[in-house]
Antibody
Framework: QVQLQESGPGLVKPSGTLSLTCAVS?????????WSWVRQPPGKGLEWIGE???????NYNPSLRSRVTISVDKSKHQFSLKLNSVTAADTAVYYC?????????????WGQGTMVTVSS | EIVLTQSPATLSLSPGERATLSCRAS??????LAWYQQKPGQAPRLLIY???NRATDIPARFSGSGSGTDFTLTISSLEPEDFAIYYC??????????FGQGTKLEIK
C-alpha cells in the first residue's frame, strides 16, 4: 500500500523559500503515475500547484509557474517542492498526492498534509 | 482556465436522506471529472473518478453521473460519517487541474 508523507519547515519568512519533501513508501516512485502538490489555505478550497513524473518531466499551475520548482530523487523515493518569494498568501496546508493512471488520473493517494505559515 | 462551480454551497440534510450535489464546468470536460470528500483536519479522499467510477473501497451509496458540463454526486442514504465537504475536480485540460469551491454537507 503506497503511502505519502510530507515534511519540511512549518514557518517560512516572507520573501523566503518554502521547501517541502514528500516521501513515497510501500511502492515505487518510478511507475506510470505523476506525483503532485496541492495546497489549501486555511478555511478555503484546494489549489493544484504542479506535478512531476519519475523521468523528471514537470507541469505547473500557470499562476505559480514563475515561483515553483518540483524535483524528484528516485534513489530516496521522494519528490520535493520549492516555492520562492513567498508571501502571507502562500500560508496553507500543503499536500502531496499521487495522480493515478489507473483511476482516471485523479488524485487517489494523499499525504496527511503539512501546515506552512508565512510570517516574520 | 476551466472553472468548476459547485452548488449548493451548503446542504443541510438528516441521516437516511438522499443527497444530490452538483458541479458545473465552464466548458466541456467530457467525463474527466472526479469527486473528493474532505473531513476536518484530514486530506481529501477520492470517491469517484471519470465521472461515475467509484474508487477503491468507496461504498455503493456514493454514485456519480454526468458528462460535458453538468455532473452530479449522489449519496443515496446518508450515514453520519458522510457529513463533510465535497469537491469536484477536472483534468480535461491537462496539464492543468482545477477544483470546485466545495459543497459543505451538514447535519440538519
Amino acid at each position: 500500500q503506497v503511502q505519502l508523507q510530507e515534511s519540511g519547515p512549518g514557518l517560512v519568512k516572507p520573501s523566503g523559500t518554502l521547501s517541502l519533501t514528500c516521501a513515497v513508501s510501500g511502492g515505487s516512485i518510478s511507475t506510470s503515475n505523476w506525483w503532485s502538490w496541492v495546497r489549501q489555505p486555511p478555511g478555503k478550497g484546494l489549489e493544484w500547484i504542479g506535478e512531476i513524473y519519475h523521468s523528471g518531466s514537470t507541469n505547473y499551475n500557470p499562476s505559480l509557474r514563475s515561483r515553483v520548482t518540483i524535483s524528484v530523487d528516485k534513489s530516496k523515493h521522494q519528490f520535493s517542492l520549492k516555492l520562492n518569494s513567498v508571501t502571507a498568501a502562500d500560508t496553507a496546508v500543503y499536500y502531496c498526492a499521487r495522480v493515478a493512471a489507473v483511476a482516471g488520473n485523479a488524485f487517489d493517494i494523499w499525504g496527511q498534509g503539512t501546515m506552512v505559515t508565512v510570517s516574520s | 482556465e476551466i472553472v468548476l462551480t459547485q452548488s449548493p454551497a451548503t446542504l443541510s440534510l438528516s441521516p437516511g436522506e438522499r443527497a444530490t450535489l452538483s458541479c458545473r464546468a465552464s466548458q466541456s470536460v467530457s467525463s474527466d471529472l472526479a469527486w473528493y470528500q474532505q473531513k476536518p483536519g484530514q486530506a481529501p479522499r477520492l470517491l469517484i473518478y471519470d465521472a461515475f467510477n467509484r474508487a477503491t473501497d468507496i461504498p455503493a451509496r456514493f454514485s456519480g453521473s454526468g458528462s460535458g458540463t453538468d455532473f452530479t454526486l449522489t449519496i443515496s442514504s446518508l450515514e453520519p460519517e458522510d457529513f463533510a465537504i465535497y469537491y469536484c475536480q477536472q483534468r480535461n485540460n491537462w496539464p492543468m487541474y482545477t477544483f470546485g469551491q466545495g459543497t459543505k454537507l451538514e447535519i440538519k
